[in-house]
């Protein structure tokens, strides 16, 4: 079956980096655009950043722009989230996310970011 499994998360201080990991299996997974989202507590669930198959066209976030990179290796059917410069409000669960032909969106379990000093 289709599994989403985000690693890389953890406590950082404010101004560090932080690489997160998304594995995706039961899929193919180079024929499908991958999404990081993130949920702080008491927020909604906001995308932080997509990036399409084939070509690799990446969108962020504009809170995100010029600090968080997403990239993806379908060789090891993994995208990743490196996010530099974290400030508090980063805080957040980051789950990853992709969306079948049928419309169908899959989400992994997250994993959980805290930046605090």
């Known amino acids: 079956q289709v599994q989403l499994v985000e690693s890389g998360g953890g406590l950082v201080q404010p101004g560090g980096s932080l690489r997160l990991s998304c594995v995706g299996s039961?899929?193919?997974?180079?024929?499908?655009?991958m999404s990081w989202y993130r949920q702080a507590t008491g927020k909604e669930r906001e995308l932080v950043a997509r990036?399409?198959?084939?070509?690799?066209?990446?969108k962020y976030a504009d809170s995100v722009k010029g600090r968080f990179t997403i990239s993806r290796d379908d060789a090891k059917n993994t995208v990743y989230l490196q996010m530099d410069s974290l400030k508090p409000e980063d805080t957040a669960v980051y789950l990853c996310t992709f969306r079948d032909y049928l419309e169908k969106d899959y989400w992994g379990q997250g994993t959980q970011v805290t930046v605090s000093s």
């Open positions: 039961g899929f193919t997974f180079s024929r499908f655009t």
């Open positions: 990036i399409t198959n084939v070509y690799g066209n990446t």
